[in-house]
């Protein structure tokens, strides 16, 4: 018998839609003919983490704010400001908070690079 090959992916997609500033862009999603199929099935971090699970992935979760303030390096965060990307980082920041990352992995004999990702959930 074969062993299980290694197997990870990673989901990345909008989620939080019920509170006001989820509402605002479903709505704009919505006026340019846009539907996300699974917005309402995964609304948040927990849900996320849940389909992958049931799929018998190790998963994490994190949605794209955290992973800014978690993972980039502070003299990275420095350089970007520099460029002034953004006008308004309040907004960045709201954005960030409704779109996340969902990844998952199995079968595989260490896992500790997948373990050693932060995650919130």
Known sequence: MLAAAPTATAIYEPFRPNDPFGKTM????????????????????????????????????ADTNFIWSNWVAETEKERIDKLEWMDEVEEFVLLAKHYCI???????????????????A
């Open 102 to 120: 969902a990844w998952g992995w199995r079968n595989y004999q260490d896992d500790a690079a997948w373990q050693a990702l932060q995650s919130p």
């Open 26 to 61: 479903i709505k704009n999603l919505t006026t340019r003919g846009i539907v996300l199929q699974t917005i309402e099935k995964y609304a948040d971090l927990n849900s996320q983490w849940q389909r992958l699970a049931d799929r018998n992935f190790t998963a994490r979760v």
